[in-house]
């Protein structure tokens, strides 16, 4: 009966074995090009588990977390609570989130983002699109509109008490920004500005302008979408009010 059921085990590490293989050759062949979500997960967790099939921790990993977004974005003792997963493979999810975050972070670094935003938009979705409280972060830029650097100011539900003018002015002269580009997440994934997000950017808008700083921009970014101050008028709207004000 143990030589059987040593057979079986044998047998099933064995499958396990080269299904992993073939899901690390279809990456090296062709990058995440046909790979289901779970795929992806389950190459990630079979690199610090061996001989154990993860397909199943894959699986149970994305219905606890709803999407792969969702996985990466998920706290080490919410990972660790889901059967096969462990603080080694817990370690490794972080840390790909991290150098993802990083390298889009490099990437938009002196780079003109305002007459080719595809990039930021790409590094504002990683960075906020799936946090679960709202963050309100600033991309400094210089006189050419290239990046300097960006950063998160404000943590927690945007009122006009909990994001200080003073803060950001003081960020901003301290990277010789000459510009700025504001976003914040929504978790509810209704990227609508509230009537606080409007008011608090007029505010800052008016703030940065009387020390000759330019307000490009403020994104609202959604797990569904995101939201565009400048393109829906607003900013130029802001502009307007600020010349009608100091005429």
């Given at each position: 009966m143990k030589t059987v059921e040593k057979n079986l085990q044998t047998a099933k590490t064995t499958t396990s074995a080269g299904h992993r293989e073939r899901l690390r050759e279809r990456f090296l062949n062709g990058g995440l090009e046909g790979f289901h979500d779970y795929e992806v997960v389950e190459l990630l967790l079979s690199l610090n588990t061996p001989r154990k099939d993860c397909k199943q921790s894959a699986k149970a990993l994305l219905k606890r977390f709803k999407s792969f977004q969702g996985v990466l974005e998920a706290g080490h003792?919410?990972?660790?609570?889901?059967?096969?997963?462990?603080?080694?493979?817990?370690?490794?999810?972080?840390l790909i989130k991290a150098v993802a975050d990083r390298y889009l972070e490099h990437k938009i670094v002196s780079t003109d983002v305002v007459s080719?935003?595809?990039?930021?938009?790409?590094?504002?979705?990683?960075?906020?699109?799936h946090r679960n409280k709202e963050v309100f972060c600033a991309v400094f830029l210089d006189a050419r509109n290239c990046v300097?650097?960006?950063?998160?100011?404000?943590?927690?539900?945007?009122?006009?008490?909990?994001?200080?003018?003073?803060?950001?002015?003081?960020?901003a002269l301290q990277h010789n920004a000459a510009a700025v580009i504001f976003a914040h997440n929504h978790p509810s994934g209704n990227v609508e500005?509230?009537?606080?997000?409007?008011?608090?950017?007029?505010?800052?808008?008016?703030?940065?302008?009387?020390?000759?700083?330019?307000?490009?921009?403020?994104?609202?970014?959604g797990k569904q979408g995101n939201y565009s101050f400048a393109a829906q008028g607003l900013i130029s709207q802001f502009n307007k009010d600020f010349q009608t004000q100091n005429e």
């Open positions: 003792k919410q990972l660790c609570e889901i059967p096969g997963v462990g603080p080694l493979n817990s370690l490794g999810i972080r080719n935003s595809a990039d930021l938009l790409e590094y504002l979705n990683l960075t906020l699109g300097l650097t960006s950063k998160i100011l404000f943590e927690g539900t945007l009122t006009t008490s909990s994001v200080y003018p003073r803060e950001v002015i003081i960020s500005p509230s009537q606080s997000d409007i008011d608090i950017t007029r505010k800052l808008f008016f703030a940065l302008k009387y020390i000759g700083i330019i307000l490009h921009e403020h994104m609202i970014i």
